[in-house]
């Protein structure tokens, strides 16, 4: 028997433009770009586990500052916005950039730069990436009279998989910190600045000049920002939840406890909604089959690296306590496994407690525990 088709899902999709446009599911996030507005906020930078929407959230930004109103209709900004001005967009997407060595590196950047510097008709003769960059951000500033707005998504992609390799960390972070060294010089002519990453590589480290970052990664009112939460899968997507219990065979309330049971639980601050992991519940939606997708997408290699490094029991994992400071620690200077865990997806919080200042993590669902018991029990026991 076919099943009910409710949605195109967009298995796969992180392009804003190409979910409007094709009439995907889309679930309405743009009123976090009315709260940035509103609040005048310049300079954001949202950390997330890989596959949490981060880049969708990116391309929306894009979109948005980009003018294109169409996109938008029957959507919260559309409300908000009356001017629909259109700056000039500089969006770097680091995630082609993992397992490279500087100079491959150097070479993703200029290559990056040669296609934004085209879009302006000019080519550099500048050979430092952080000099292109900033005049770049001028040019752009200068053609359009309107200052420029820089996303950079994945930010840390080329640093991962080197963190516990201190020879082969130092020239890649060197080469990534140079590189976004010239933002805080250009605030005259930035009209928004975004960053996202899987970890917070510290003020210290990385972005040891932008210190007018705002770290919005934990804060209750942005918990949702990314992924799908407990009322818009309610709410919004209540359709496809009955559309999947019916093909399962299982009435809405088992099939929406079923979804929660393996996707949900993640929580990003300490009074946040309940989040579920977006890549597994639109996987499952479209396969019609509630099954492990975003931990069968692959365990990344610094996960590996950083539970041997700390000598972690996967078997004894659960209901691990840290302090509040230990999330403000860069991955490299990082004294415990925990927070690149609850950075990465594999824990997250299930308490706080104020007196002590402490967060009780845990696994997040059945997807992450039986994955992580079933894939990587192996390697230590």
């Not at 559309?243 to 299982?250: H, I, V």
């Amino acid at each position: 028997m076919m099943a009910r088709l409710v949605n195109y899902y967009p298995v796969g999709i992180q392009t804003f433009e190409k979910l409007r446009e094709d009439h995907y599911l889309y679930v309405d996030k743009t009123k976090y770009i009315v709260d940035f507005r509103k609040k005048k906020m310049s300079y954001v930078f949202l950390s997330r586990p890989r596959r949490f929407g981060k880049s969708l959230f990116a391309s929306t930004l894009h979109a948005y500052f980009a003018g294109k109103k169409e996109l938008f209709d029957g959507l919260a900004i559309a409300d908000y916005e009356k001017e629909w001005n259109a700056y000039p967009v500089l969006h770097f997407d680091l995630s082609g950039a993992k397992h490279m060595d500087k100079e491959q590196l150097d070479r993703y950047l200029s290559d990056m730069l040669d296609d934004q510097e085209a879009v302006y008709g000019y080519k550099s003769q500048k050979v430092d990436p952080n000099i292109r960059l900033k005049d770049l951000v001028k040019k752009a500033h200068e053609q359009t009279g309107r200052k420029a707005v820089i996303i950079i998504d994945e930010y840390d992609a080329p640093l991962l998989d080197v963190v516990h390799e201190k020879e082969n960390l130092l020239p890649l972070r060197q080469t990534m910190q140079n590189f976004y060294s010239p933002i805080k010089l250009l605030d005259p002519h930035l009209e928004f600045v975004f960053i996202t990453g899987i970890t917070k590589f510290s003020q210290l480290s990385i972005f040891s000049e932008l210190n007018n970052l705002e770290n919005i990664s934990m804060f209750d009112q942005y918990s949702a920002l990314c992924g799908i939460s407990l009322t818009e899968l309610t709410t919004a997507m209540k359709p496809d939840v009955q559309a999947l219990g019916e093909a399962l065979g299982m009435s809405y309330e088992a099939c929406l406890e079923a979804l929660r049971s393996y996707y949900d639980g993640y929580h990003f601050s300490e009074h946040s909604e309940d989040v579920f992991n977006p890549f597994s519940l639109v996987k499952a939606l479209n396969a019609q089959k509630i099954a492990p997708y975003w931990y069968g997408s692959g365990t990344p290699t610094y996960l590996i690296k950083t539970l041997q490094k700390y000598h972690v029991n996967v078997m004894d994992i659960e209901k691990k306590s840290c302090d509040v400071d230990d999330f403000n620690v860069s991955p490299e200077q990082m004294v415990s496994a925990l927070p690149l865990l609850y950075q990465s997806g594999y824990l997250t919080i299930k308490k706080f407690n104020p007196l002590l200042h402490r967060y009780t993590l845990e696994y997040p669902n059945k997807e992450v525990k039986i994955g992580m018991l079933k894939n990587l029990a192996p390697n230590y026991l």
